[in-house]
């Protein structure tokens, strides 16, 4: 990688980094307070700044996986699919830092090209045609081919985040198909789905029978790699970390789609 190519990835790294602690600010102020009118001034401004990099990262394209994941962020679907307006704030902080957070991954691993555009077409869907949210494929396609890179590279940190991301998404996708007032039959909390940490998804996801057991393989660092934010100072993914992690995200595809 020559230096002035480097440099532009530094460069929207260090941007994506700065959206991304902004946005955790943001999200706070409004758990603290929805309605507070300053936040949420803040949140408009906050959208549109991302909204600008999301721009930038897709080469102005609206059909780059990027700029739709960004697009879908401020969708709420009903359950035949249709889009519908009411998102609250606080989901949409929390869907847009996802999305920031898969542009972060997958900048990191790039090592020919400047900008996430670089991979504007997404890979035709076929491993996750049994995601319910269809926008959502073409992201998790994307995310599974950088998971398989990130490993190739021996960057186990990078994997094992990702492949706990596509595990969170399509464990996520399943709940809010079947519901949340299905799901607290089983036990689930009775907070929205989105407020609930990862490892309760997974295990609210396994008691209502959309998944078996097989999360039980996970390695502590892949269970708290959302609720920690980062893997803390000293401590190394490992190959076999995250070897176990993708095993575990295969077999839960197979869980949630048992006709693959």
Request: one cysteine or more.
């Amino acid at each position: 990688m020559n230096t002035s190519l480097r440099t532009q990835i530094d460069a929207y790294l260090i941007q994506l980094e700065s959206l991304i602690l902004r946005g955790n600010g943001l999200r706070d102020r409004l758990a603290a307070q929805a309605s507070d009118l300053s936040a949420i001034h803040d949140t408009r401004q906050w959208q549109e700044d991302c909204g600008v990099t999301i721009n930038q990262l897709s080469g102005g394209s609206k059909a780059h996986w990027l700029a739709r994941s960004f697009s879908q962020a401020f969708l709420m679907r009903a359950e035949d699919g249709r889009a519908i307006e009411g998102v609250e704030p606080a989901e949409i902080v929390r869907r847009l830092l996802d999305v920031l957070q898969l542009a972060v991954v997958t900048l990191s691993q790039s090592d020919e090209a400047p900008m996430v555009a670089a991979s504007s077409q997404a890979p035709a869907p076929h491993r996750f045609d049994f995601v319910h949210n269809i926008e959502l494929r073409p992201v998790l396609e994307q995310a599974f081919a950088d998971a398989s890179r990130a490993f190739e590279k021996q960057d186990y940190d990078a994997a094992m985040r990702t492949s706990c991301g596509i595990l969170e998404a399509i464990v996520t996708d399943a709940l809010e198909h079947k519901g949340l007032s299905a799901l607290m039959v089983s036990g689930a909390p009775a907070e929205k789905i989105s407020e609930w940490s990862f490892e309760t998804r997974l295990a609210v996801a396994e008691r209502a029978g959309l998944i078996r057991g097989g999360c039980a393989r996970l390695p502590a660092v892949a269970r708290g790699y959302r609720d920690r934010g980062e893997v803390p100072a000293g401590t190394q993914v490992s190959e076999r970390e995250a070897r176990l992690c993708a095993q575990v995200l295969r077999v839960i595809m197979r869980d949630l789609d048992p006709g693959r």
